[in-house]
């Protein structure tokens, strides 16, 4: 039985900003309490590589003051090192980093024993220069489990290989990254009735690798946020729904049985084709579920997927922005939002492909190839601060 509906406000959060702090301080220590207006402003000015013109989302929060919900991206390390301009927009923008590939399992132990770490210590130590946050990504995805792991697991299923991982990288990031995908992307349609994916996890464990998973990442991380983190519940169809009933169900027994999850992930892959059938009330309803077991709701991994690109620009991309303001003030009305990352800040290094490389890029990030702000921005921006 899921629980009767009545939002509640989930535990206080370390990624919800405080509203005694001024957004778009370097230093965080002065308070927004005691600063005037012009004082807010010039702090915001003051922000490195200001667009001329164009007010920041930090420097925005600044100025216009009140809570808001924290504003994430993620973003690869060497696009960090070798591309000044964007690595500016990424100290401008954004509270929240997440390493897209680079705290992967895959990426940090391509081979069994090796230790590609040095790019995830790169990122970290940006995070900690420019007073950024970070999200640890991810723990445990059968997509970025190395092949020879995956092999294991099937074989001979030995959980200290999983945790040999998870002791590897957790403690390594405490203190820099407050929250953790421990678990992403569980649920499939498999043919299961707890909608659980059959991946190499699930083979050689059962369901109860997800309990082992958060209960480890918790022994090591005792103060870190931990997320559920999927994709697939935003639509208005059997699939998605299929999805949301899994994903309440799992939660639920997780907090029956006290497994130390906080929160849920929810990957707002939106796709164009498929926004007629996205509906606010099932979705506010959804995000209303999962607050009301006390849980923390992260928008994980939003962008806009396009298809059509044989039409002005402009309409590219208010269609882009209404499928953004669709989706996210929904999100904003719920008091268990705690952020909104964004996968990926510039269409420069959009994961989105177009239907043919003639077609040049996909325009469903905030920023622009010239990392300018476009309607998507603006809509994301609204939304934030509803
Ligand atoms: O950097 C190498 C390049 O040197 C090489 O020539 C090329 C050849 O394949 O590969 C490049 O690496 C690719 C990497 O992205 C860099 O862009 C990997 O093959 C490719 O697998 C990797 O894909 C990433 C994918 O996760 C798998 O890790 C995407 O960038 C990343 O956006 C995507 O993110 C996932 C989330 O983690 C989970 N949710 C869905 C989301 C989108 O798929």
Redesign the pocket.
Known sequence: MLPAPSCQKPPPHPIRPQASRPRGSTSGRASRAGMKRRQLLRHAIALPAALPGLASSRALAAIQGGPRVAFGIAA?TRQLLTDPGFRDAVVRECDILTP??EM?WGFVEENQGSANLAPADQMSNFARRFGKRMHG??LI?H??TPDWAASQMMTNPDWRIIDAFIQRIVPRYAGVVESWDVV??PFADNGRPDGLRVSPFLTAFGPDYIRRAFERARSLAPTAKLYLND?GFLYDDSESEARRTAALRLLEALKKHSVPVDGLGI?G?VDLERTGTFRQETFARFLKSVADMGCAIRIS?FDVREHETAIPVEQRDALVADATAAVLDVAADCPALVSVTC?GLSDRYS?LPLPSETAGLNRGLPLDSDLRQKPMYRALMKALRR
Do not use: G, T, V
């Open positions: 690869q897209e590939l992967k990504h991810a995805w997509k970025s992403n992307e994709y990957q892959h991994e996968w994961w």
